[in-house]
Every structure is written in C-alpha cells, then in structure tokens.
C-alpha cells in the first residue's frame, strides 16, 4: 500500500500563492504517477494536475494551466503543487493521489488540504 499526506493548505487572497506538499510512503516503488484532485463545496471532485513518477511528463486541468505547477521530489517521494494567481474558484478541498503500476486509475488518496482563496 502507499500512504500519501497533505501539507500546505490555508487562507490566501485573491491574486495570492499556496504551495501543497503531499509526502508518499510505503510501496513507493510501485508508484507510476502522481496527481492533484479538487472537490469544492457541493460540487464533483475534479483532477487538477498529474505527472508521471518516472518520466516526470506533467497534465494539468484547462481551469490552472499557467497557474498552477506540479513537480516531484523522487528522493523524499513528495509531490508538490505551486499554486499562483489564485482565483476564489479555486477554494476546494485539495486530494493528493498515487497510482501504482498495476492500476488503470489513481488508486490511493491522501485525506485532503483545505485551500481558501479570498476575493
């Protein structure tokens, strides 16, 4: 199994910046890529970025491109999501997740970082 863990959540302005930490643990190795969900209020859950472990190739939403950045940390197995320009439609929960070679999808979550952005 692999556990993940949300760091980096909060309160920011309009305009502001947030940078998210979600740090991986245990079968790390089975790792093939890595990503960043959303769920605001009363609303789906919907993918934000992703990238792949190995090769590092990223994917981000239409709704953050040129905005937000996700990058990984293969040697302390740690995701991050640089968020600028945050927009109020950008508060939502914010989920860390993994998915392992053998799966078709991401197939483990971390529990979620709560992004408020002020207008």
């Known amino acids: 199994q692999v556990q993940l863990v949300e760091f980096g959540g909060g309160l920011v302005q309009a305009g502001g910046s947030l940078r998210l930490s979600c740090a991986a643990s245990?079968?790390?190795?089975?790792?093939?890529?890595m990503g960043w969900f959303r769920q605001a209020l009363g609303k789906e859950r919907e993918f934000v970025a992703g990238i792949r472990w190995n090769g590092g190739s990223t994917y981000y939403a239409d709704s953050v491109k040129g905005r937000f950045t996700i990058s990984r940390d293969k040697a302390k197995n740690t995701v991050y999501l640089q968020m600028n320009s945050l927009k109020p439609e950008d508060t939502a929960v914010y989920l860390c997740?993994?998915?392992?070679?053998?799966?078709?999808?991401?197939?483990?979550w971390g529990q979620g970082t709560q992004v408020t952005v002020s207008s």
């Open positions: 245990g079968r790390t190795f089975s790792m093939y890529a």
């Open positions: 997740a993994a998915q392992t070679v053998v799966a078709t999808n991401y197939d483990y």
